[in-house]
């Protein structure tokens, strides 16, 4: 059984839309059920909690083998993920994969990729095996900045003379799916 986290949003969601079309057998954890309903039309089960309640945490795992942890940034981020992977541990997961950052590297002053790159630490400090997602730029994020590309004729970042890769959140979800099926 494959637990995956984030699966209401736009990477955990592709996720599970190519997990549910090769048919693997899957479990989601979600918070909102309704936001959730359409991942049980396509055979997902669901556990709805929150991440934090160790309770709810301790359910979702039950017989899970390999697990995704997908949360987006925010401020308990660092502490949930440690608290999922030491529960995943405890549960017996043998495989778990995190979404990263392209950033998350060694004393990097940066706080989202300073907190990817010590919940990587803790993860590989767990004895599960374990996949980084590391992807660069979403393209989907450009979504947002329509309007001004439209307006301004041009996409702006804070690049410089630089140059990006951007990364298509359903390519990174097909790495992902292969992580922990192929």
């Not at 190519?18 to 048919?23: M, N, R, V, Y």
């Not at 919940?119 to 004895?127: C, I």
């Not at 004729?153 to 292969?178: H, W, Y």
């Amino acid at each position: 059984m494959i637990l995956l986290t984030g699966a209401t949003g736009k990477t955990g969601g592709e996720v599970a839309r190519q997990l549910a079309a090769k048919g693997v057998i899957c479990r989601a954890l979600v918070r909102d059920a309704e936001k959730a309903a359409s991942l049980t039309d396509s055979g997902i089960e669901l556990v709805i909690g929150d991440m934090g309640d160790q309770a709810i945490l301790a359910e979702a795992l039950l017989g899970v083998d390999k697990a995704i942890l997908i949360l987006p940034n925010s401020a308990k981020q660092e502490t949930l993920e440690k608290q999922f992977i030491d529960a995943a541990s405890k549960a017996g997961v043998a495989h778990l994969v995190k979404l990263s950052s392209m950033e998350a590297v060694a004393n990097t002053d940066s706080p989202i990729p300073a907190m990817h790159y010590a919940v990587e630490q803790h993860l590989k400090g767990s004895g599960m095996s374990w996949t980084m997602i590391r992807p660069n730029f979403f393209m989907q994020n450009l979504l947002s900045s329509a309007g001004t590309i439209k307006d301004k004729q041009g996409i702006f970042l804070p690049l410089g003379n630089g140059k990006t890769g951007m990364s298509d959140s359903r390519d990174i979800a097909a790495l992902i799916v292969e992580a922990v099926t192929g």
